[in-house]
């Protein structure tokens, strides 16, 4: 028979079962679990087992626990759980890999009616067709100015009708059509607000980056550290080339205009000297251009000759 604890016990189970897990994993998800029930929950409990564990509570309770072992152990990162701690939330401590972790919470969602009073969190809109109702039936659509049509003694919607706006509460006049027609419009499940990673928070969209995403953005942070150093004449490592040869370019020009020259330059001085130089370095392109046709042409006068050779044996007529 199992023994009953009070608050005070219960209270000090749930601060030595967080502690722990706060100590033992430095990977955190922090879930919205509005509209999940027991059933549901514990199926993601199921799926989540091996390297992840799911901790629900009261958002007083979990603070408190928090707080303690920070000053209990030194450790202030996980404060900056404490602001995220609102409304209806939970924890989900893992070793595993964040991405996957959270693509397997998003699996177990499960259908919903629309209740009275509940706020829709997604636009529902009831499409055309043969809704299976009788013609007693056509109040409902009146009261919701939904155009219907009595087809083969059912009702008929005749085009598609945006019901429920997002962010409104549901009526009793749509929540009884909805469910009439058989519509669960809404889903609900365990919804990943924040990413706590070893005392850094960051949005679960960047869950989503690839490595792609990542260098694109990276080069792109490159690019402005480029151009603001180049625009301060600021020295970095991401400017650094570009300054060395703008200076190359700079002194280049002086040497030209002027008698001073440096190994670099000299070379493009012979040039300028001799134009001729030129000519000589793009001489063996163009011959290798004028080759090309000549290569070519044997092997057409090849091609011609059995040509005559046919229309000879043509030659012949049929009275000879």
Known sequence: MAVKQTKAEKKTAYDERLCQFLEKYSQILIVAADNVGSNQLQNIRKGLRGDSVILMGKNTMMKRSIKLHAERTGNTAYLSLLPLLVGNVG????????????????????????????????????????TGLDPSQTSFFQVLNIPTKINKGTVEIITPVELIKKGDKVGSSEAALLAKLGI??????????????????????????????????FATGVSMVTSLSLALSYPTLAAAPHMFINA????????????????????????????????????????????????????????????????????FSLFD
């Open 248 to 315: 190359y370019k700079n002194v280049l020009a002086v040497a030209l205009a002027t008698e001073y020259s440096f190994p670099q330059a000299d070379e493009v001085k012979e040039y300028l000297k001799d134009p001729s130089k030129f000519a000589v370095a793009a001489a063996p392109v163009a011959a290798a251009d004028s080759a090309a046709p000549s290569a070519a042409a044997p092997v057409e006068e090849k091609k011609e000759e059995p040509a005559e050779e046919s229309d000879d044996d043509m030659g």
């Open 91 to 130: 924890l989900i401590f893992t070793k595993g890999d964040l991405k996957e972790v959270s693509e397997e919470v998003a699996k177990y969602k499960v259908g919903a009616p629309a209740r009275v009073g509940l706020v829709a969190p997604i636009d529902v809109v009831v499409p055309p067709g043969n």
């Open 184 to 217: 669960r419009p809404f889903s609900y499940g365990l919804i990943v607000l924040t990413v706590y990673d070893n005392g850094s928070t960051f949005s679960p969209e960047v869950l989503d980056l690839t490595e792609e995403d990542l260098i694109e953005r």
